[in-house]
């Protein structure tokens, strides 16, 4: 290197190393040699990258594993508080309630008629998998089963998403035991689409945050294969797309063909069921209009409100109307505080949850119901990952949260699994 006078040199440009390093170049002409070393000196090892990720695993597996206990606890409880004989076989029918007859039903013997398209087919299809395999072919169990390993699937990708967004490991452990203290958490057990659908909403966030746009789409693909209101997890995607593109002046071929799928990702999920309604039933649309016979209206979005406010008016007491206010309250207090997508998906999630409510004009002229929105509201993953941050820094959120959240849930469980509907 050939120094020259101080006078007669360019001036130069300071290149602080990171802490520790033993780079400290301040040369113009080695400038972007120095870049390059510091970078690959403060770039963390395989070693150390793979750590968050063990810690985010192991963590999410103590929690689910506890999870796993405090269900069979109850379910053995329920089933003595019946006079049920002590059996697994009998103490795990007390799962088999509600909504788990129809899928349940469906896994058995498929689409008997038009009513049945209101619940879609993802789950019954795996189903139908898992009971095959298991021995006795017991549906009921396999539900149960199939739902643990979503569960403990969907956690892992909560614990992902958490860190992703924050950087900070210490995020992760009260983000999801905040998630799993909500009260009617245990749906996820039930042989409902709940643990798949939430299994799949989380890492498709997760895909749609780290830009991995085939990921992305195919997991939304399957989340409205798995429920209509998979369609919620379209709207992020289609943003974060937008963001992109608008962004890049000049965008390669490839880049256009993941937004290309993932622009039809879920109307080509609507699609595939809509073709199978009309191959099998003649009418496109029957999982839509079978909604009518769990008396879901279909009315304007200020019809709809104005009907609930009637009906609540008469019951201010609910567990739907107070998860539907806490999910207002975070899309009004937060937006600036929220990733814009996180926002619009709670924003989608709400839209359905008010839009489509449950007729109940024989309780008070004129009125209806957010019934379910208590159990929907586990899908509005952004409303969790902020109270984990939440209670990562102030332990009273976590002590209100957390123990009063399981206290409510050990009633509702055993309200439900006695055969009283959780509302």
């Known amino acids: 290197m050939n120094y020259q006078p101080e006078s007669d040199m360019a001036p130069r440009k300071h290149i602080k190393a990171p802490l520790g390093s033993r780079f400290q170049f301040d040369d113009s002409n080695d400038y972007e040699q120095t870049a390059v070393k510091i970078a690959a000196i403060s770039a963390p090892s395989p070693a150390s990258a793979g750590a968050p990720r ?29 006079g049920l004989a002590p059996h697994i076989s009998t103490a795990v029918q007390n799962w088999y309630r509600w909504d788990a007859h129809w899928y349940i039903n469906i896994a058995q013997n498929g689409y008997t008629n038009a009513t049945m398209t209101a619940f879609f087919p993802l789950f019954p299809i795996i189903l139908k998998i898992a009971a095959t ?20 699937i969907g956690l892992v990708g909560l614990g992902f998403l958490a860190y992703s967004e924050t950087a900070d490991v210490s995020i992760v452990f009260p983000t999801i035991l905040v998630f799993m203290a909500y009260p009617v958490i245990f749906f996820l057990s039930a042989p409902y689409t709940e643990a ?44 974060e797309c937008a963001i992109v593109i608008g962004k890049n002046k000049t965008i390669p071929v490839k880049d256009y063909a993941a937004g290309a799928v993932s622009l039809i990702s879920a109307p ?12 099998k039933f003649g009418d496109p649309l029957a999982w839509l209009h079978a909604q009518s016979a769990w008396s879901h209206i279909s009315v304007p979005i200020w019809q709809a409100i104005y009907e609930e406010l009637q009906f609540y008016i008469h019951k201010p007491t609910s567990i739907d109307l107070v998860a539907s206010l806490l999910l207002v309250g975070f899309i009004i207090f937060t ?26 004009s024989y309780y008070a002229p004129g009125s209806a119901s957010v019934t379910s929105a208590a159990r929907y509201v586990i899908a509005a993953i952004p409303l969790f990952l902020y109270l984990g941050k939440l209670s990562a820094k102030h332990t009273t959120v976590t002590a209100i949260a957390v123990y009063g959240g399981l206290l409510l849930q050990g009633i509702f469980i055993l309200r439900f699994l006695t055969g009283v509907w959780v509302n």
């Open 268 to 279: 080509l999920g609507l699609a595939v069921y809509s073709w199978y309604d009309f191959a």
């Open 54 to 82: 063990k810690v985010i695993i192991w963590q999410s597996t103590i929690i689910w594993a506890v999870s796993r206990v405090v269900i069979i606890i109850f379910t053995a409880i329920a089933a003595q508080s019946l």
């Open 133 to 152: 395999i298991l021995p006795g072919h017991s549906y009921v169990l396999a539900s149960l089963l199939l739902n643990s390993v979503f569960i403990w």
């Open 335 to 360: 937006y600036k505080k929220q990733p814009m997508s996180y926002t619009l998906y709670c924003v989608a999630l709400l839209f359905l949850i008010v839009a489509a409510p449950i007729h109940l």
């Open 196 to 239: 798949l659908f939430t299994a799949l909403a989380v890492w498709g966030l997760w895909a749609i945050r780290q830009k991995k746009w085939y990921l992305a789409a195919g997991l939304t693909f399957l989340t409205v294969l798995s429920r209509p209101t998979g369609i919620i997890l379209y709207v992020p995607l289609l943003y």
